[in-house]
């Protein structure tokens, strides 16, 4: 995987912004693997994906987030400052291939959800959601040694699979745990690498394009000379134009 190029994450996000989350987000990878085969990317786990969603936001406007939450008792706002290290969970080792949990009689066998999965099931509620993701995910089921399929499986079973996902692949759920100032109330947000990478590019998409409008109406330069200079020496020549 290598660092994208001004010019790519232009035509991503051209591209992108009438596309799907995930899409989005196999499109970048994509392109910083060289136009890897979509197919491959999207089979990753979601975790693994995140993981190289990380690296490659981490090359592209270097480690640190910041954003914002609220707090769900007092609505108090919240501004955060977030190293990309806090946000990497160290990979496990069983996370491709097939997993297994036991409990009562049933024996479940299931993989990790991947992006195509996500593609599949998205939209609508969460927990339609989430059980459209189970029942693709999971390969085999026996209730006391003998195979079934035709029952809905014990809220426990669930449980128990939905954790042991969690287990394997912990990046594919990023938590942070959050403090209220104001109140003191404590609890956890989801961070979605995806949803804020793409954020991010949207805003930086939108403000270099003003920036090569800018320089380009100044001094005739083309778009890709512009786009080929650093940001440090765009910045510079916008300087000079604003006086």
């Given at each position: ?15 992108g ?52 939450a ?17 946000l ?7 996370a ?130 512009i ?17």
């Amino acid at each position: 995987m290598r660092p994208l190029s001004a010019v790519e994450l232009l035509e991503i996000w051209e591209r992108g912004i009438t596309h799907s989350a995930v899409e989005r987000t196999l499109a970048l990878l994509a392109a910083a693997h060289g136009e890897a085969l979509l197919e491959a990317l999207a089979h990753l786990s979601i975790g693994q994906r995140d993981a190289l969603l990380l690296t490659l936001r981490e090359w592209t406007f270097g480690p640190r987030f910041v954003g914002l939450a609220t707090c769900p008792a007092c609505g108090e706002r919240l501004e955060l400052t977030v190293e990309a290290a806090d946000l990497r969970v160290a990979a496990v080792a069983e996370a491709t291939g097939e997993l297994s949990v036991q409990v009562a009689d049933y024996t479940v066998r299931f993989r990790l959800p991947t992006s195509l999965d996500v593609a599949i099931c998205g939209g609508g509620d969460l927990e339609h959601v989430r059980d459209a993701l189970l029942q693709r995910c999971i390969l085999q089921i026996q209730r006391a040694g003998v195979e079934t399929s035709s029952e809905p499986l014990p809220t426990a079973v669930v449980e128990a699979i939905v954790s042991r996902m969690a287990e394997v692949d912990p990046q594919a759920d990023v938590q942070l745990a959050l403090t209220c100032p104001q109140c003191s109330h404590r609890w956890q947000a989801c961070f979605d690498i995806g949803a804020y990478f793409w954020c991010e590019i949207d805003a930086w998409a939108q403000r270099t394009l003003r920036e090569v409008h800018i320089l380009a109406s100044h001094y005739g330069w083309r778009e890709m000379d512009i786009l080929a200079m650093s940001a440090r020496r765009r910045q510079w020549y916008l300087n000079l134009v604003h006086g």
